[in-house]
C-alpha cells in the first residue's frame, strides 16, 4: 500500500469537507464527473489503486456535500451515477486480505457517518464488496444479530443502515433459508429489502417461487416497474418469453420518453414484431396516443402517426421537424405533420412557443402542399384552421401569420407559393 498512499489524486483537494455551499449542486455534479473519470484511468493501470481512490471519494461524499441542495434530486442521481462506476472497482480489484479489509472499515465508517444515505448503494452489494464467501460470511455473523433484533422490535421506526448490508452478505455466502427467514420478521414487505429473498429463491432453482415472492412485494410506495421487470427477466430466462412479454413486457418498460420505452421493449423482445409492440403500448397508455407519434414516425408507419398525432396532444415543434424532415420522402406525410402542428399550436399547446415557430410549421404545409400541387387545398385547410374561433391561443396563431397568409393568398396561384421560408 506505500507506493498507492503516495499516489498523487487530483479529486481530494475538490471533496475537502464543506467545500460546497448550498447552491453548489451543479459545481458539485461536474466534479463527480471528473473524479469518477480521474478514478476509472487510474484503474485500468492499476486496478487496486483505481479502487483506493474509490474508496477514498465515498470517504469524503458526505462531508464534501453535506451542505448542498439536494432537494431537486440532481445530486442524488449525480452520487448514484458515480457509484454504479465505482463499486464494480471495487468489487473487482485484486486486493489482499488486509487491504480489502482495510477498505471495508473505512466504507463502514463511511456509510454510518452519513447523513442521508448517499452511500446507500454501497451496502446494497456490501457482499460482493466483502471479496469472498467467507469475509461475506463474517459480516454476516456480525450483523445479523442488530438487524434481527431491530425488525423484531413490536416498535416501529428502529432503522438500521446495514440492513442491505446484511441481506447482501447473506446471499453471497449461500445462507439462502437464514437469508428468507430473516427477511419474515419484517413488518412491512418492502422490496428494497425483499429483492434479496427473489435472489435467495432463485439461487435454490425456485423460480415459480421466486416470481411468487416477487408479486407478493407489491403494495404502497414499491414501484411496480421494478418487480415486473424482475418477474420478467426470470421468464425470460426460463425461455418463457411471450408468457414474459404478456405479463410484464409492457408495464416493466421504463425510459425517459415514449420512444426509449418502445426501445427497451423492442430489445428485449427482437423475435416480436415492432408495429404489434407499438399497438400495444400504445393501449396502455389511453389518452396519449399522440405521444406516440415520434415512435411510429421511426417506425416509418406514417398513416398510423398522423392518425396518433391528430388523435390526442402532440408537441407542435416535433410535428412540424417531422415536416421538414420528410418534405421530400414523404411530402404527404410531412403536409399531415405540419398541419397537426397549426392545429395543435391553435388549441394552446406547446412548450414555449413564438411566432417564429407558427410560422415555421405554416412554411413547411406550403412547402408541401406545392410538392403536391395542392396550394389551394391546404390554403383552405390553413384558412380553417385560423378562423376556428377567438380564443387566445387562435388570436396568436392568426397574428403570427398575418404577413405570411397576405402574401401567400394575394399572389399568384401559379407563383412559387409555399417557399417563402
Not at 373 to 385: G, L
Request: include cysteine.
Amino acid at each position: 500500500m506505500a507506493n498507492h498512499n503516495t499516489h498523487k489524486w487530483i479529486f481530494p483537494a475538490r471533496f475537502r469537507s464543506g467545500v460546497y455551499s448550498w447552491k453548489a449542486s451543479r459545481l458539485a455534479c461536474q466534479r463527480l464527473r471528473e473524479a469518477v473519470s480521474e478514478i476509472k484511468k487510474v484503474a485500468k493501470r492499476d486496478p487496486v489503486l483505481g479502487a483506493e481512490g474509490a474508496v477514498r471519494l465515498m470517504e469524503k461524499l458526505w462531508p464534501a456535500l453535506e451542505h448542498v441542495d439536494s432537494s431537486s434530486g440532481v445530486l442524488g442521481n449525480a452520487v448514484n451515477k458515480a457509484l454504479d462506476a465505482l463499486i464494480p472497482i471495487i468489487i473487482r480489484a485484486p486486493a489482499d486480505d488486509k487491504t480489502r479489509s482495510q477498505w471495508l472499515d473505512r466504507l463502514w465508517q463511511a456509510m454510518a457517518d452519513d447523513g442521508v444515505d448517499y452511500l446507500s448503494p454501497v451496502g446494497d452489494k456490501w457482499g460482493e464488496i466483502c471479496g469472498s464467501v467467507q469475509v461475506a460470511g463474517d459480516w454476516a455473523d456480525d450483523l445479523i444479530s442488530t438487524l434481527r433484533s431491530c425488525w423484531s422490535d413490536p416498535n416501529p421506526g428502529n432503522y438500521f443502515h446495514g440492513a442491505t448490508a446484511c441481506l447482501s452478505c447473506l446471499l453471497v455466502a449461500g445462507r439462502y433459508q437464514e437469508l428468507l427467514d430473516l427477511l419474515d420478521l419484517h413488518r412491512y414487505r418492502m422490496w428494497h429489502y425483499r429483492r434479496y429473498g427473489v435472489e435467495a429463491l432463485l439461487a435454490l432453482g425456485k423460480k415459480a417461487e421466486a416470481i411468487q415472492y416477487a408479486e407478493a412485494s407489491r403494495g404502497l410506495n414499491q414501484s411496480d416497474s421494478v418487480i415486473d421487470r424482475a418477474c420478467e427477466q426470470i421468464l425470460i430466462s426460463s425461455g418463457l418469453h411471450e408468457e414474459a412479454y404478456r405479463r410484464y413486457g409492457l408495464s416493466a418498460a421504463t425510459g425517459n420518453s415514449y420512444i426509449a420505452r418502445f426501445r427497451t421493449v423492442a430489445k428485449r423482445y427482437p423475435q416480436k414484431d415492432q408495429s404489434q409492440i407499438l399497438a400495444d403500448l400504445i393501449a396502455t397508455t389511453p389518452g396519449e396516443e399522440g405521444k406516440w407519434f415520434a415512435t411510429a414516425k421511426e417506425l416509418k408507419l406514417f398513416e398510423l402517426a398522423l392518425e396518433l398525432a391528430n388523435q390526442t396532444p402532440c408537441d407542435p415543434k416535433t410535428l412540424t421537424r417531422a415536416a421538414r424532415d420528410y418534405l421530400d420522402a414523404e411530402p404527404v406525410f410531412a403536409l399531415g405533420s405540419a398541419l397537426a402542428a397549426l392545429c395543435w399550436l391553435s388549441e394552446g399547446w406547446g412548450y414555449e412557443v413564438t411566432s417564429a415557430d407558427v410560422i415555421e410549421a405554416y412554411d413547411r404545409a406550403m412547402d408541401a402542399a406545392f410538392n403536391l400541387n395542392k396550394v389551394d387545398d391546404v390554403k383552405d385547410q390553413i384558412r380553417q384552421i385560423v378562423e376556428s374561433g377567438e380564443s387566445a391561443s387562435v388570436l396568436f396563431v392568426r397574428q403570427s401569420l398575418h404577413g405570411r397568409m397576405r402574401a401567400h393568398f394575394s399572389a399568384d396561384r401559379q407563383g412559387h407559393v409555399g417557399h417563402a421560408g
